[in-house]
């Protein structure tokens, strides 16, 4: 759609992304203290049971556990993480029926970007092969109040936590909208569910991929006569940006425009990454980060478990805090006022520019 990320034109929506971001650290820093110890080897072995092309480049896995037994319970908007080889861990919104315990579904885009995930699971995952992923996790959850009116914006493979939360709704009776913004019509993905009752009535197929022609659209709708009170968008981050830009700009309140970023990350180029020390402040524990190795492997072969996801400094669900030293921050998770401010790290990817580093661990 030729969006770029930094192209937020809007200080106020900056502000917001800034909000948000530093709301969602808050909840997964809360949500850390519950698992540490336990999170990271819980993994669940699955087969896969079809694999089916529901879009151009897109698959559609679906998976159940080995055992026989059911999946755990999950909500519009979860995600899981998939172990598909060694060493090689991707995310997955799960697209599939959240009422069904039997069955998980990811679609997956094959990226020409792709850092190996994407490439591999479309290139070596067939029905029969088995697989590793995590429980799901859901930082992207749909929450909404008395009669507030939902819109449903997504671009492109972004349909995938988007089309869970079309369901949640059109089941609810809530009142929403979804807006599909998608390349061309064989580009669709959930095409024939998305043109058939219920969600035929609330949604909206626009085969436009300009950032001109989406935001007119955008501005047309969210300045028009229904008046939305929530957005949930997902999709590439210029995406997102302008759908947050119109909203805070058609007076939608700034909390209540949430966002789930995916896509290859643009990482930051890398620093010699000399060797630092580290202390956990509770747990009164010393280490050693060698040059070549992550925190995250050091705290790991200590026998000190800590819940990760992405392991590529986006999710931010390692950001620990930092009681003193200075971090060398290598992650996109953290804004750069957070980076400033140097009171946390993201263990799986950042180091250290001070000789020391003590964590609230
Ligand atoms: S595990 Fe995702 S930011 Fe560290």
Redesign the pocket.
């Given at each position: 759609m030729g969006w770029s990320v930094a192209n937020c034109r809007d200080p106020r929506v900056r502000q917001q992304l800034m909000g948000e971001r530093v709301f969602g650290l808050r909840w997964m820093a809360r949500a850390r203290i519950d698992v540490v110890n336990d999170i990271s080897t819980d993994r669940i072995p699955v087969r896969v049971e079809r694999v089916a092309v529901i879009a151009t480049d897109i698959c559609r896995f679906d998976l159940r556990r080995i055992d026989g037994e059911p999946l755990p319970n999950w909500r519009a908007g979860a995600h899981i993480d998939v172990h598909i080889a060694p060493g090689l861990v991707r995310q997955y919104s799960l697209c599939g029926d959240a009422n069904g315990s039997e069955c998980y579904s990811i679609a997956v885009k094959r990226e020409e970007s792709s850092r190996g995930g994407s490439a591999a699971l479309h290139a070596n995952i067939r029905a029969g092969a088995d697989l590793e992923i995590s429980r799901p996790r859901n930082l992207f959850p749909l929450e909404v109040g008395g009669k507030e009116r939902v819109l449903l914006v997504a671009a492109g493979i972004g349909i995938t936590p988007i089309i869970t939360m079309a369901r949640e709704l059109a089941r609810s009776g809530r009142r929403f909208a979804l807006l599909y913004f998608v390349r061309n019509r064989d580009a669709c993905a959930f095409r024939e569910e998305i043109s058939s009752p219920p969600l035929r009535e609330s949604a909206e197929i626009l085969h436009e991929n300009t950032p001109e022609r989406v935001r007119a659209i955008l501005e047309a709708r969210l300045n028009g006569s229904v008046g939305y009170d929530r957005i949930y968008t997902c999709g590439p981050g210029g995406f997102m940006s302008c759908v947050r830009e119109v909203a805070v700009g058609s007076g939608i309140k700034e909390d209540f425009v949430r966002s789930e970023s995916f896509g290859a990350i643009a990482r930051k180029e890398e620093a010699p990454s000399k060797a630092f020390h580290l202390r956990l402040a509770r747990a009164g524990v010393d280490l050693c980060v060698p040059e070549g190795s992550t925190a995250v492997d050091v705290l790991r072969a200590a026998g000190i478990s800590i819940e990760?996801?992405?392991?590529?400094?986006?999710?931010?669900?390692?950001?620990t805090k930092v009681l003193e030293g200075v971090p060398d921050h290598r992650?996109s998770?953290l804004t750069d006022a957070e980076k400033r401010r140097n009171d946390c790290i993201?263990?799986?990817?950042s180091r250290a520019c001070s000789e020391k580093l003590v964590i609230d661990l």
């Open positions: 990760t996801s992405c392991e590529q400094g986006v999710c931010g669900t390692c950001v992650d998770f993201a263990l799986c990817v």
